[in-house]
């Protein structure tokens, strides 16, 4: 639980130094009259491209995590004990485990 919560933590540090990153950049380049606050509302053709790298990133996370959860379903047995790939049954229930290729 509490690297869950430490790896929480990194990710708001993150997710905020980089939201306050792109509000500094912002406000810096409105105040050197470089664009209007129209024009900061308004979406061009990088930002659909940034925010289409954005969707697929977070799809490959998606997939790379549902991947890993996959992958430790089939070393646990319906009694939730994890097991080694190598052995062909369960000590804590007893069951016998069938043999999936990787």
């Given amino acids: 639980m509490k690297r869950n919560l430490g790896r929480l933590a990194v990710l708001v540090a993150w997710g905020t130094a980089i939201g306050l990153t792109v509000l500094d950049y912002n406000l810096w380049f409105y105040s050197c009259q470089g664009c209007s606050s129209i024009a900061l509302s308004e ?21 790379l995590k549902w991947r890993r959860k996959v992958a430790l ?4 047995c319906d009694c939730d004990a994890l097991l080694d790939p190598n052995w062909g049954y369960c000590p804590v229930c007893g069951s016998f ?6």
């Fill in 43 to 63: 979406t061009d053709i990088p930002e659909y491209g940034f925010l289409g790298l954005t969707v697929v990133a977070a799809l490959i996370l998606v997939f």
């Fill in 73 to 76: 379903d089939r070393r646990r």
């Fill in 97 to 102: 485990r069938q043999k999936t290729s990787a």
